[in-house]
Each structure stands twice: as structure tokens, then as C-alpha cells.
């Protein structure tokens, strides 16, 4: 079935240090979503790229689709200790394979100060 | 704005008993989504109802039921429970106006399931 790899699963970093997680659908996506879930709380969306080639920036991080639409990728730039948490990419599946939206698996972050 | 709603917050059960799980979506949405989420797993989606009707339906055995009513407000049941089915049920709401899909969600707090 459509699945969407996130790697990697966990990412231990030094505060300054940046980081980045990957996403990588199976099929062509129509947007993908980024997602935050803090521990003990719940995700909180972040962003979402809908054209190939997109790129967004908040702040610190910076957002990516990839031409084909099928990756994606999270760049956090300085990481600081407010950015403790998992972060999930969704993808969007065209109407005609299900018009649902696949969460990847989560890439946990942890920050040492 | 309040935001979504999600009743009980913790829920103990034992091998065999049912579950009902309650979801109060953000005022005017008319989509809510429901994700099972378990260390290691991500979030399994499991269905999402849009003006009382199920639009879309996960991987899930029939065990797994929902419903949506006239106001929005959705609830998840589980019956015969199973030492598996312990995760974090998390509902989300959106308009509902786009395909599920191509909009963003707004998820409540949970309610964590425990089945003994």
C-alpha cells in the first residue's frame, strides 16, 4: 500500500547543532504537511508545500518538496532546546489513490543544552 | 475558539470489554479524523467521517467502528478489546470543504487507552 518513510527515527543533537529529517512517499503526493508533537502533547501543524520544488522557511527551519513531489525534507538551522519533540510528515494522496493523508512514522529530536 | 475536544483523557479496560471514544470537533468543522498512535508506529490513520458519513477508512479490523453526528461531533468504538489495541487515539477536525487530504488538522489532546 502507499506508505511515506521518515527517516531518521530518532536524532540526538548538541544545541547548535542543525538537523534535518527526510520524508519519502511512494507515490506522487499532492501536498505534504509537516506536524510537531511535543512529548505528552499532540501534533501541531507546522506548514504544508503543494507545488514541486517548493521551498518555505520559518524562522529556523526550512521546509522542502521535492520536484517529483514524492520526498520532502525539515532543516532546522541552531537547533535550541524549544525544539524538542517529534516531527511528522504527512502526505496527501491524489484523490484517485485514496485522497487520505499518510503520516510517516516521526523523527524524534532531542536537544542537549 | 475552542479547540478540539477529546473525552475520556485516560481509559483503562480489560481484554475483552469495548470502548467508546469521544471527539468535539472546532466550531463549523464538519471533518473529523481519527489516528491511532503507538511508540514506534507513527499514526495509523483509522477513518474520517464528513457530515455524518464515513469518507475514508484505514487498515483497521471491523473491531474498529465510528460514527458522526448531526452537530459533528464524532465517537470511535473498539469492541473486544486487545492488549494491542493500547495507543493514543487521537481525533482531528478540519472544514471538510477539500478532499481530507489538502487540508490541515487540528488534533485534540487524545485519550490514552490502556487494555490490561
Known amino acids: 500500500g502507499q506508505q511515506v518513510m521518515q527517516i531518521p527515527q530518532y536524532q540526538h543533537v548538541q544545541e547548535g547543532e542543525d538537523f534535518t529529517t527526510y520524508c519519502n512517499s511512494s507515490t506522487t503526493l499532492s501536498n505534504i504537511q509537516w506536524y510537531k508533537q511535543r512529548p505528552g502533547g499532540h501534533p501541531v501543524f507546522l506548514i504544508q508545500?503543494?507545488?514541486?520544488?517548493e521551498v518555505k522557511k520559518q524562522k529556523r527551519l526550512t521546509f522542502q518538496f521535492g520536484e517529483a513531489k514524492k520526498n520532502s525534507s525539515l532543516h532546522i538551522t541552531a537547533t535550541q532546546t524549544t525544539d524538542v519533540g517529534t516531527y511528522f510528515c504527512?502526505?496527501?494522496?491524489?484523490?484517485?489513490?485514496?485522497?487520505?493523508?499518510?503520516f510517516g512514522q516521526g523523527t524524534e529530536l532531542s536537544v542537549k543544552p | 475558539k475552542a479547540g478540539v475536544t477529546q473525552t475520556p483523557r485516560y481509559l483503562i479496560k480489560t481484554r475483552g470489554q469495548q470502548v467508546t471514544l469521544s471527539c468535539s470537533p472546532i466550531s463549523g468543522h464538519r471533518s473529523v479524523s481519527w489516528y491511532q498512535q503507538t511508540p514506534g508506529q507513527g499514526l495509523q490513520f483509522l477513518f474520517e467521517?464528513?457530515?455524518?458519513?464515513?469518507?475514508n477508512k484505514g487498515n483497521f479490523p471491523g473491531r474498529f467502528s465510528g460514527r458522526q453526528f448531526s452537530n459533528s461531533r464524532s465517537e470511535m468504538n473498539v469492541s473486544t478489546l486487545e492488549l494491542g489495541d493500547s495507543a493514543l487515539y487521537l481525533c482531528a477536525s478540519s472544514s471538510g470543504l477539500r478532499a481530507e487530504s489538502n487540508e490541515k488538522l487540528f488534533f485534540g489532546s487524545g485519550t490514552q487507552l490502556s487494555v490490561l
Open positions: 504527512a502526505g496527501g494522496t491524489i484523490y484517485n489513490q485514496g485522497g487520505k493523508l499518510i
Open positions: 508545500l503543494v507545488k514541486s520544488g
Open positions: 467521517y464528513f457530515s455524518e458519513t464515513q469518507r
